[in-house]
């Protein structure tokens, strides 16, 4: 499933064919994707300029000069295609703009969606109601984690995956900062020290950005707007390398499974 850094590669690859362009043509080819995609999505986009691209956690924002954004979600396989050299089935959105450029939200499993909200109502559209921080903001920080930790019992990995504690986090980047950060995934939350949360919130950010640099991990199904694939997969520390040494200490990477997913991380180093 694309994570934060392929969402936030799909929007910088959209920023130069999208923004400051007006939308000549706007088709939705079916009627929903993994819910149903706005019946007046045509006539509002239709003519708007577009003034913004954005992301909040795993989701893309277009914004325009009416006053509403478009919020879009690649679900498990979904990617954005410019200028594609035909529309393919699973094309299932389609922008024309001002300049010529044509963008096709392909998404062949349809776990995807589409909203257009009123800009201004957006901190009410409800998946993002409950979110946490940004992970790459200042917000993320030693004390609020400290804060939002204590006294919790579950396992640091799994409440970094909850999105009320920090937004857009993923299974494979929640493993790289647990192992850059030497911290144990099943280590209670409320019992991670004060110099691990240290470690924690600076590891978060750099494993982000690397993916992000990369263009994103390509597994299955995800490639960036232009067509190429993300290359962070090559870079992975722990993910997918089990039986492999661990990049500190050599340690052999093992895979546990933890509220049905797989986590890798090196028992000798991640105490």
Known sequence: MPELPEVETTVRGLRPVLEGQRLVQVEARRADLRRPIPVDLRQRLTGARVIDLGRRAKYGLIGTDRGDTLIFHLGMSGRWRIDPDEIGKHDHFLIETEAGHRLALNDPRRFGSLDLVVTAALPDFPAFVALGPEPLGTELNPAYLASALEGRIAPIK????????????????????????????????????????????????????????????????????????????????????????CPYDQGIIVRQVDGGRSTFFCPRCQR
């Open 158 to 245: 799994l409440l970094l995956l909850d999105q009320r504690i920090v937004a857009g986090l993923g299974n494979i980047y929640v493993c790289e900062a647990l192992n850059l950060a030497r911290i144990n995934p099943r280590k209670p939350g409320g019992q991670v020290s004060g110099p691990a949360l240290k470690r924690l919130t600076a590891a978060i950010p750099i494993v982000l950005n690397a993916a992000i640099d990369a263009g994103g991990s390509t597994l299955r199904d995800y490639a960036r707007p232009d067509g190429e694939l993300g290359y962070f997969s090559k870079q992975f520390r722990v993910y997918g390398r089990t039986g492999k040494p």
